[in-house]
């Protein structure tokens, strides 16, 4: 296990995973190549994890992946997984001692570590379609006392403060107000207060930034170009997310525009593109979600890759260093972006 195998999850494992698998079924069609890659992920995390119910091993999972692999793009930890389970009923049994026998085994576990295997493929519920294992090398022991301080440090201080909040107030944290610290910035690892005033979490142009629009020309637009994406199923979540990243909604529909040329109505996988307009993730085929999480993931990489720009640099072309391999993906966006905005200001 390498430096940084001290993690459960990081992001070189989900590509050296993909790689692995498109090498070894290069034969088979690419949907199915990134089910095997998807399960493999999950299941690494879901072996991971306390011994809860399988329903709720299997929420944490979905949990992870999303918050942790795909928004934040970083490396999925023990203490990632603590955090999460911070979340849960911690007065029922059924949670609280899985948790508390699993933070128990992992400094044993640590200790014990010298190589270890990841399978791949198959469902999370024991039935397997393709066996495949991955061999990993030996761990670095001073990393993984490192981390093992790190974490139980952290574990530590977290059980004392739940505790001690649970018995004064009966207080749990919720998924509600999980969401509410994260769009007032708890992203940072700071607990921002509810009422502190919103900045812009971006670095964009004034230009880039969210404004308010003709919705109706815009669903007009996109009709004209017999895009699926004008049905409010659609253009509703891309508007909400705009909104709460701060960046211009038509910056995301040029996107879409780029990607995925608006999505037609007409193509016969219309909906499942749809659900990925944006290719997040590398594509809609490897990742099909939901039209509001791929365009949370959009946005937020839209605002990490929007900071610390150049005066001198193009906003399209400084995003586009990472967002997309075609170096000409920039000119596409930008070209998009302004002609949506004529149609909008002269309609």
Not at 91 to 109: D, G, I
Not at 237 to 259: N, R, S
Request: charged share 25%.
């Amino acid at each position: 296990m390498s430096a940084e195998h001290a993690y459960v999850l990081t992001p070189t494992d989900v590509h050296n995973i993909r790689n692995y698998v498109h090498h070894k079924y290069a034969s088979m069609p690419s949907d199915q190549r990134a089910e095997i890659v998807a399960d493999a992920v999950a299941r690494i995390i879901h072996n991971q994890l306390p011994d809860f119910d399988p329903e709720t091993k299997k929420q944490l999972t979905y949990r992870l992946i999303r918050s942790t692999v795909l928004e934040q793009q970083r490396p999925v930890s023990p203490d990632d997984i603590y955090v999460m389970c911070m979340e849960l009923d911690l007065e029922n049994p059924a949670v609280a001692e899985p948790l508390r026998k699993w933070t128990r085994e992992q400094e044993a576990s640590w200790r014990g570590l010298s190589s270890a295997s990841i399978p791949l493929g198959g469902r999370m519920n024991g039935e397997s379609d393709v066996a495949v294992v991955i061999p990993l090398p030996s761990a670095s022991a001073a990393i993984i006392r490192k981390q093992r301080r790190r974490s139980f440090i952290l574990y530590g201080t977290l059980t004392a403060v739940v505790i001690a909040a649970s018995m004064l107030f009966g207080w749990s944290l919720t998924d509600e107000r999980v969401q509410e610290l994260s769009a007032n910035g708890a992203e940072s690892g700071m607990l921002v207060p509810a009422e502190a005033p919103a900045a812009s979490p971006n670095e964009l142009p004034a230009e880039l930034k969210y404004a308010a629009i003709d919705k109706d020309k815009l669903v007009a637009f996109l009709e004209n170009k017999s895009s699926i994406l004008a049905d409010s199923f659609y253009i509703d979540a891309i508007m909400k997310t705009a909104k709460e990243f701060d960046i211009h909604p038509v910056f995301l529909i040029a996107i879409t525009g780029q990607e995925q040329g608006f999505v037609p109505r007409k193509h016969e996988r219309a909906k499942e593109i749809a659900n990925n307009p944006f290719n997040v993730f590398h594509s809609w085929q490897e990742f099909n979600t939901t039209i509001e999480q791929s365009s949370q993931i959009a946005a937020r990489t839209i605002t990490r890759l929007s900071k610390d720009r150049p005066s001198e640099v193009d906003p399209f072309t400084w995003i586009n260093r990472e967002y997309a391999e075609d170096p000409n993906w920039s000119k596409g966006v930008r070209t998009i972006f302004t002609s949506i905005m004529k149609t909008l200001e002269t309609s």
